[in-house]
Structure formats: C-alpha cells, structure tokens
C-alpha cells in the first residue's frame, strides 16, 4: 500500500478572519502578470487587489480568483496609496532598492498593503516616496529578479506564512462528527 495518494483539490483551511493583506500594482505591460496575481490572491484568501491603467483579467488565467477578488482599477497609485495609509495600512513595496530589507528576514504586519511595480520600470519615484518600507527577495543568481507575478506570489506567501490566520480545513468539523 502506497503512503502517499494524490489529492486533485484538498479543501481550502477556513481563516478565523479575512486576511488584511491588500496588493496594489502598478500599471502592469502584461494582463497576464496581473491574472496570475489576482489567481495567487484567490488562493491565499486575500479579497482585494488595486490595480491601475488599462488593467483586465485573462479569466483563464485568473481562474476562481476572478470571482472571489475585488478587482478596484485607478488611474494611478499615489492617491489610492495616501487613502490606504489613512485606514491604518503600512505601505511596504516589493522593489529592489538602497534600504530594501530581505523578505526573508523582515517582519511583516497584519494590516498592510504589498504594492508590486511594473515588469519593466519597477516602482516609479512618486510612488517610492510614499512607501514606509520596501522588502526585496534575495537572488542568488541570473537574472537579478523574478517577474512581477512570481514576486508577487512569494511575497504573498511570506507574508501568509507569518500570518497564517487559519483555523482547520474547511469540512474537517463535518469529518469528525461522523
């Protein structure tokens, strides 16, 4: 008998409150990169993703996660950034820069919001300076860094790692009082 028996969907563990991470982008090149963002929101239960500019979903690529994310799109950021700070959320950008703390050792608040730049241009200036913190994801090697929905997507599970909010798999209380 094999240990291991290969589960297509494990039901998705019930969080004990939403999650208060918001991820705000910067106009995206590629509708893609922000399809993969909002399909990596869905699966890790965060509710809401800014984005900016032309933005629209590849429902193929955003799968579930474009039903159960609130998709806000704005003309730009720092706007929505100054409101965001003004509800209690830490603005940390995901960019590589001179006081960039590793994602990898930094400490990350509950209430905050990830704001992901550009594949090309990154963070812009105006937007940088409106930022409390910036983390960065150490590379080891070439290309010095990830695109924008794969950093997105690691950052997001750091920042679920650290806060995991979890309760039990959903179905497991039915399971139990069988």
Do not use: W
């Not at 990830?114 to 409390?132: C, M, Q, T, W």
């Not at 929905?149 to 679920?160: G, P």
């Amino acid at each position: 008998m094999n240990r291991f028996e290969h589960i297509r969907h494990r039901p998705p563990l019930k969080l004990a409150k939403p999650r208060e991470l918001i991820v705000a982008c910067a106009a995206m090149r590629s509708h893609v990169n922000l399809s993969h963002i909002v399909r990596t929101c869905g699966c890790f239960g965060i509710r809401r993703v800014i984005a900016c500019g032309a933005a629209r979903l590849h429902e193929r690529i955003a799968r579930d996660g474009a039903d159960t994310v609130e998709l806000d799109v704005h003309r730009s950021l720092p706007p929505v950034l100054d409101r965001l700070r003004g509800e209690g959320y830490q603005l940390v950008g995901l960019e590589q820069t001179t006081g960039s703390e590793l994602l990898t050792t930094c400490h990350l608040v509950e209430k905050m919001v990830l704001v992901v730049g550009n594949e090309r241009s990154g963070l812009e200036p105006d937007v940088l300076a409106k930022l409390d913190r910036v983390v960065e994801i150490p590379m080891a090697g070439l290309p010095h860094s990830l695109n924008a929905a794969t950093s997105a997507a690691v950052a997001i599970y750091e920042y679920c790692r650290q806060h995991p909010g979890t309760i039990q798999p959903a179905g497991a209380a039915q399971a139990e009082t069988r």
